[in-house]
C-alpha cells in the first residue's frame, strides 16, 4: 500500500547533532519513500558515524552545510535539492531528526495530504491535555497558538512541529521565505495563509526523549525570534495611535484654545474643544492607518471594499471613542489622558480583530 501511495512524496531531515536514534527512524522512512533527503547543518566530526550509518540506505542522500547555518538553512536546502532533482514529485514531507515522530504518523500525515493535496498538513501534539510533555514546551506551544490566533487569525494548535507535509506547487515560494534558524518554521505558517494555503491537522503520539533534552530550541532565545514576526501586525496600528493621540492632546491644550482665543475658530466652540480634537486626530489618523493596514494584513483589492469597511468601523469608533472619553472626562471626572488611553486600548484590540476577520479578509479561492 505504501508503495502506491507515497511513491511521489519526498522526505526531508533537516538534522544538527543527531542522536543514532536517526539511524532507524532513516531506514525506516527508506524502506516507505522513494527518497530521503538529509541535510547535516554543519554537525562536529563526532556525528559522522551516525550520518556514514545512513548515507547507502536505498534512496538516501546526505547534503552537507559546511557549517551550522539553522534549521531555516537546511530546509532551504533541501527544498531547493528536490525542487531540482525531484521536479516530478507532489510533496516533500519534513520531520525532525530527534526521534519525536514515528513512521505511522508519518504515513497518518501523507495519507490525508493525499485527500488535500494543496494544503499543508501539520502533526499536531496534544498540548491541552498530555502530561508527557516538559512543561516549557506545553507552556511556549500553547501561547504562540493563542497568540496567532488573535493576532493573526491563524487555527493551529502546534505551531512547532517539525512534521509537515507540503506540496511541491508552493515549494518554490517557501525557498525565498525569510528566516534561517527556527524563525523560519514560523514565517513559513505566515506566508503560506498569505497564499491561501488550507492548514490540515493530523493529531499524532507525543514523544519526549530524555524530557527533550535533545532539543536545541532555546525556549527563550528562539521564542523571541518567532514572536518579533508578530510585531508588524501590531506596529502600524500602534503608530497611528501614537499620531492619533499626540495630535488629540495637541489640539485640544493647545491649537484649538488659541485658535479659539485668538478669534481664528469660532466662539461657539469654546467648551467642545475635546469633541473636535478627537475627530480632527482620528480623521488624520483614520487615513494613516488604512495605507498601513493594507499592507499589513495584505489587502488584495483595491481599496474599493476594504475602503468602504474599513472607513464604516473608522466612522463608529470614531463616534465611540469621543463618546467614552466624554464620560470619563467630563462625567466621571477621569483624567483625560487616561481616559483617551484606556478607551483607545480597548477600542483598539476590539478593531484590530474587526480589521482582521472582516474589514481586510481576502477572498478565499474557490473550493477552500
Not at 527508506?30 to 538529509?38: G, L, M, R
Not at 556514514?52 to 547534503?63: E, N, Q, R
Amino acid at each position: 500500500m505504501a508503495e502506491n501511495t507515497m511513491e511521489k512524496l519526498i522526505v526531508l531531515v533537516p538534522a544538527y547533532c543527531p542522536e543514532p536514534s536517526m539511524v532507524e527512524s532513516v531506514k525506516a522512512l527508506s524502506e516507505q519513500f522513494p527518497a530521503v533527503v538529509v541535510v547535516d547543518d554543519g554537525c562536529p566530526e563526532k556525528y559522522g558515524p551516525v550520518f556514514d550509518s545512513v548515507k547507502d540506505l536505498p534512496g538516501v542522500v546526505i547534503l552537507r552545510h559546511p557549517e551550522n547555518r539553522g534549521k531555516g538553512c537546511a530546509l532551504k536546502t533541501g527544498f531547493s535539492y528536490i525542487l531540482e532533482h525531484y521536479p516530478d514529485a507532489s510533496g516533500v514531507v519534513t520531520l525532525d531528526a530527534d526521534g519525536q515522530h514515528t513512521v505511522k504518523d508519518t504515513l497518518a500525515c501523507c495519507e490525508r495530504f493525499l485527500e488535500q493535496p494543496d494544503s499543508i498538513v501539520f502533526g499536531c501534539r496534544d498540548f491541552t491535555s498530555d502530561e508527557k510533555i516538559p512543561p516549557r514546551s506545553r507552556f511556549g506551544n500553547r501561547l504562540t497558538s493563542r497568540l496567532m490566533k488573535f493576532f493573526c487569525d491563524i487555527k493551529l494548535s502546534d505551531t512547532q512541529t517539525g512534521l509537515r507535509v507540503h506540496a511541491m506547487s508552493y515549494l518554490p515560494e517557501l525557498v525565498k521565505v525569510a528566516g534561517e534558524r527556527y524563525e523560519y518554521e514560523m514565517n513559513v505558517i505566515f506566508r503560506l495563509k498569505e497564499l491561501d494555503v488550507a492548514f490540515v491537522e493530523v493529531p499524532i503520539e507525543v514523544i519526549y526523549l530524555d524530557n527533550n533534552s535533545t532539543s536545541h530550541f532555546n525556549p527563550i532565545k528562539d521564542s523571541l525570534k518567532i514572536y518579533k514576526v508578530f510585531f508588524r501586525f501590531i506596529l502600524a496600528s500602534l503608530a497611528s495611535y501614537v499620531l492619533d493621540y499626540g495630535l488629540g492632546v495637541l489640539l485640544k491644550n493647545k491649537l484649538l484654545p488659541m485658535g479659539i482665543a485668538n478669534g481664528l475658530l469660532p466662539l461657539v466652540l469654546s467648551g467642545h474643544e475635546t469633541e473636535l480634537a478627537v475627530s480632527i486626530a482620528r480623521v488624520c489618523s483614520g487615513i494613516f492607518n488604512y495605507s498601513l493596514n493594507r499592507l499589513v494584513f495584505g489587502a488584495k483589492d483595491k481599496g474599493g471594499k476594504s475602503g468602504v469597511r474599513y472607513f464604516a468601523l473608522w466612522f463608529v469608533q470614531m463616534l465611540l471613542t469621543a463618546g467614552l472619553i466624554k464620560l470619563l472626562a467630563d462625567v466621571l471626572h477621569v483624567n483625560y489622558t487616561i481616559s483617551y488611553i484606556v478607551v483607545s486600548v480597548v477600542l483598539f484590540l476590539i478593531s484590530y480583530k474587526i480589521q482582521q476577520v472582516w474589514v481586510f479578509k481576502n477572498k478565499k479561492k474557490e473550493g477552500e
